[in-house]
């Protein structure tokens, strides 16, 4: 240190040389040192320092919900509809009592997509209607995230068209469009490509991995696994990575569902903690 | 993700029930029941409250330490702050020694008639 420096922190002389440790000995003889005060390298085989054995891993399972719903059986001439918007607002699922596109799907992401589909060419006719998916007895709409406040108004006016199409008609989607789709074998192939070469490389860094389960017409079932399970970004993953590599691949693919318990399984995203260890509830 | 201040349980059991009583994990913690009453035997109803007061991450029903728990049904009513309560029912389900019941479930969404 300078000695400028050494008169303006007020530090004359040098530190003290430190004392080398005295040897360890037995409690109660010159130079013990209590235990809590030697290196850790001699506590490693104290009990207190042994880590906790993992309990056995438990399996969480999932009951089902039971709903207070009127049952939808029975059709009768009049096309009764029923609209369940999810939690967060963005879409609304609407359920018709009778198929709407019978073992197909059709995923229509913007107005002018909507070419090969009567139904949802009307449907965008809606204002703030940004994307239609249409699969077997139900037609999902999603609005645009400038749209805000309750679906019921514009939900009534989704529900009418819907009802007016069915009872004109008029077919849901074009002749060419379902001539357009590929076997089943054929979308298996090339989903599954996409998942080992794309998908499940990118999610195996977080652990993860997808499984394709099924196709039906041109609809796909996937289940996500390891820490995909119950992860708070799979919703993301599915909808921002895994539909886009899979229509990217599939232009004709309709629905894409996940058929995860993301509450369930041997290994959910928070796990079982180790006795003894505290986390922050 | 709201904070879950109180919930209330009330579990039917079925053909087989248990010996030990009920206890509840809330983020990996068991937590023993609040005011248990009735029985978790063959056919006997149990209830009881959980006060977790915390961010319930994961919500599990302990099964039991052995042999296995026919549930017929639960009923579970959450109190989470600033929302007003509401009620899951769960159907049938069976847990053994290895497994616990997922307990946490969210608002079902609202059904409308169009």
Same mark, same amino acid.
């Given at each position: 240190?300078?000695?400028?420096?050494?008169? !303006?922190?007020?530090?004359?002389?040098?530190?003290?040389?430190?004392?080398?440790?005295?040897?360890?000995?037995?409690?109660?003889?010159?130079?013990?040192?209590?235990?809590?005060?030697?290196?850790?390298?001699?506590?490693?085989?104290?009990?207190?320092?042994?880590?906790?054995?993992?309990?056995?891993?438990?399996?969480?399972?999932?009951?089902?919900?039971?709903?207070? /719903?009127?049952? =939808?059986?029975?059709?009768?001439?009049?096309?009764?509809?029923?609209?369940? @918007?999810?939690? *967060?607002?963005?879409?609304?699922?609407?359920?018709?009592?009778?198929?709407?596109?019978?073992?197909?799907?059709?995923?229509? @992401?913007?107005?002018?997509?909507?070419?090969?589909?009567? &139904?949802?060419?009307? &449907?965008?006719?809606?204002?703030?209607?940004?994307? +239609? !998916?249409?699969?077997? =007895?139900?037609?999902?709409?999603?609005?645009?995230?400038?749209?805000?406040? $309750?679906?019921?108004?514009?939900?009534?006016?989704?529900?009418?068209?819907? %009802?007016?199409?069915? &009872?004109?008609?008029?077919?849901?989607?074009?002749?060419?469009?379902?001539?357009?789709?590929?076997?089943?074998?054929?979308?298996?192939?090339?989903?599954?490509?996409?998942?080992?070469?794309?998908?499940?490389?990118?999610?195996?860094?977080?652990?993860?991995?997808?499984?394709?389960?099924?196709?039906?017409?041109?609809?796909?079932?996937?289940?996500? *696994?390891?820490?995909?399970?119950?992860?708070?970004?799979?919703?993301?993953?599915?909808?921002?990575?895994?539909?886009?590599?899979?229509?990217?691949?599939?232009?004709? &693919?309709?629905?894409?569902?996940?058929?995860?318990?993301?509450?369930? *399984?041997?290994?959910?995203?928070?796990?079982?903690?180790? /006795?003894?260890?505290?986390?922050?509830? | =993700?709201?904070?879950?201040?109180?919930?209330?349980?009330?579990?039917?059991?079925?053909?087989?029930?248990?010996?030990?009583?009920?206890?509840?994990?809330?983020?990996?913690?068991? +937590?023993?029941?609040?005011?248990?009453?009735?029985?978790? *035997?063959?056919?006997?109803?149990?209830?009881?409250?959980?006060?977790?007061?915390?961010?319930?991450?994961?919500?599990?029903?302990?099964?039991?330490?052995?042999?296995?728990?026919?549930? %017929?049904?639960?009923?579970?009513?959450?109190?989470?702050?600033?929302?007003? $309560?509401?009620?899951?029912? !769960?159907?049938?389900?069976?847990?053994?020694?290895?497994?616990? !019941?997922? +307990?946490?479930?969210?608002?079902? $969404?609202?059904?409308?008639?169009?």
């Amino acid at each position: 240190m300078p000695n400028w420096l050494s008169k !303006l922190l007020g530090s004359k002389e040098s530190p003290a040389p430190v004392a080398p440790a005295p040897p360890s000995g037995a409690a109660g003889e010159p130079g013990y040192i209590p235990l809590t005060a030697r290196p850790l390298s001699d506590r490693a085989d104290s009990p207190a320092m042994r880590r906790p054995e993992a309990p056995p891993s438990r399996k969480v399972v999932s009951a089902p919900v039971l709903v207070d /719903e009127e049952e =939808m059986s029975g059709w009768s001439s009049e096309i009764r509809i029923k609209a369940r @918007p999810d939690l *967060g607002m963005a879409s609304c699922v609407f359920l018709v009592d009778r198929p709407v596109l019978q073992g197909y799907s059709t995923w229509i @992401p913007t107005a002018t997509d909507a070419t090969e589909s009567p &139904l949802a060419a009307e &449907l965008f006719q809606i204002p703030g209607v940004e994307s +239609i !998916l249409i699969h077997e =007895m139900t037609v999902t709409v999603t609005r645009h995230p400038s749209v805000h406040g $309750p679906w019921e108004p514009m939900a009534k006016e989704i529900g009418a068209k819907i %009802r007016a199409h069915l &009872l004109s008609g008029q077919p849901v989607v074009s002749e060419a469009f379902l001539a357009s789709i590929p076997p089943e074998e054929e979308i298996w192939r090339r989903v599954q490509q996409v998942i080992d070469l794309e998908v499940n490389p990118g999610v195996a860094a977080h652990s993860g991995v997808i499984t394709l389960l099924g196709v039906k017409g041109n609809t796909v079932t996937i289940s996500m *696994g390891g820490g995909c399970q119950g992860c708070a970004a799979s919703t993301i993953t599915l909808k921002d990575g895994i539909h886009r590599a899979f229509r990217s691949a599939v232009p004709e &693919l309709g629905a894409i569902l996940d058929d995860t318990d993301h509450a369930a *399984g041997t290994n959910p995203f928070f796990k079982e903690l180790p /006795e003894g260890m505290r986390s922050y509830a | =993700m709201p904070k879950l201040q109180i919930f209330r349980i009330r579990i039917a059991t079925g053909e087989q029930g248990r010996t030990d009583i009920p206890e509840f994990k809330i983020n990996g913690f068991k +937590i023993p029941f609040d005011n248990p009453r009735g029985g978790v *035997g063959p056919g006997e109803t149990f209830e009881a409250e959980g006060a977790p007061q915390s961010f319930a991450h994961s919500l599990h029903l302990c099964g039991p330490t052995e042999g296995t728990w026919v549930i %017929r049904e639960t009923t579970l009513t959450y109190n989470l702050m600033g929302e007003p $309560p509401y009620t899951i029912r !769960l159907g049938r389900v069976v847990l053994d020694s290895e497994s616990d !019941l997922n +307990i946490w479930h969210e608002r079902q $969404p609202v059904v409308f008639d169009v």
